[in-house]
């Protein structure tokens, strides 16, 4: 059975992602295009580019995820002003090791850009910053004056992985010297199921699955607020969550995988083994759970 999926953000709790493909794949349920911001930018291009569930595992399970950040070295020796290092180069890890590692991994499917990829099948979201708008990776890359079939996948995604002030934003320029802050595409839209599956429309080409590392949505608990801090932290969310909530709300949730991960921590780069398989173990369940009420 061939489907289209659309794979949310999450950081590093997106190992559980393994665990629902693992299910799929026994069932016989294959990807025909996908769809993912940040961590599900990354779940998507490996499957497009032809990573079995057991592979993107031992892929993450092998290696040390803290391997993957490199901080930039501070000028100054002082903690302030290693701060004011960060402050203005608005991130506390450059990316490159992470790009660097995706750039090798791809390269064991044989693939660089987006011409090694089948037309179509692969689609992330970023969110540029700089002009206030979300960017579809490949499709809208000519804005940037960049061709989309010569485009790396692994710079796409590191585009989409831009977690604000923790990896430093992608810069891309428009032909004009013009650069644009491009960050991780949560920001905008953590959960893009508008990719492949429009409101009120009747006919697809085949069914749409989503996976979302959240509970489901009646399950959503009001969050608590005392302080600055709190605020501000429920603010970020609710601009992050509401618009793909209110997409998705009921008419679309019936073809959504809820995958509740709790203990973990978005930016948690130092998972134990058991940790990592039990992100799995809870995305098999799940997917199991869902697939045996599933009507498409």
């Not at 892929?59 to 803290?66: A, I, T, V």
């Not at 660097?100 to 689609?123: A, H, M, Q």
């Not at 979201?125 to 490949?138: C, E, F, H, K, M």
């Not at 069914?207 to 509970?215: A, Q, T």
Request: with cysteine.
């Amino acid at each position: 059975m061939k489907v289209d999926g659309i794979f949310a953000g999450g950081g590093v709790r997106g190992l559980a992602f393994a665990g629902a493909l693992n299910v799929l794949e026994k069932k016989g349920i294959e990807f025909e295009r996908v769809a993912g911001t940040s961590a599900g930018a990354v779940t998507a291009a490996f499957i497009s580019a032809g990573f079995t569930g057991g592979e993107i595992y031992d892929l993450l399970s092998e290696m040390d995820l803290k391997q993957l950040l490199d901080p930039r070295r501070a000028m100054f020796p002082f903690p302030f002003l290693r701060w004011l290092t960060m402050y203005r180069k608005i991130g506390l890890y450059k990316g490159s090791e992470f790009e660097n590692w995706l750039i090798e991994v791809l390269k064991r499917k044989n693939v660089s850009t987006f011409e090694d990829l089948p037309e179509g099948s692969l689609k992330m979201v970023a969110s540029d910053i700089t002009n206030g708008r979300y960017v579809v990776l490949p499709d809208d890359l000519p804005m940037y004056g960049r061709i989309p079939e010569k485009f790396s996948v692994a710079r796409a995604i590191r585009m989409s992985c831009s977690i604000p002030f923790f990896f430093e934003p992608v810069k891309i320029y428009d032909g004009r010297v013009k650069a644009s802050y491009i960050v991780d595409g949560g920001v905008l839209s953590n959960f893009p199921m508008w990719i492949y599956k429009k409101r009120n429309q009747k006919r697809l080409t085949r069914p749409v699955l989503g996976f979302r590392l959240s509970p489901e949505l009646e399950e959503t608990q009001p969050r608590k607020i005392k302080n600055a801090m709190q605020f501000t932290y429920a603010m970020v969310e609710t601009m992050r969550t509401a618009h793909d909530q209110r997409y998705i709300s009921r008419d679309l949730a019936k073809d959504v995988v809820f995958i509740p991960v709790q203990g973990v921590k978005t930016t948690d780069f130092a998972l134990t083994d058991e940790q990592k398989k039990n992100l799995v173990l809870q995305g098999e369940m799940h997917t199991e759970a869902f697939l045996k009420k599933w009507s498409h």
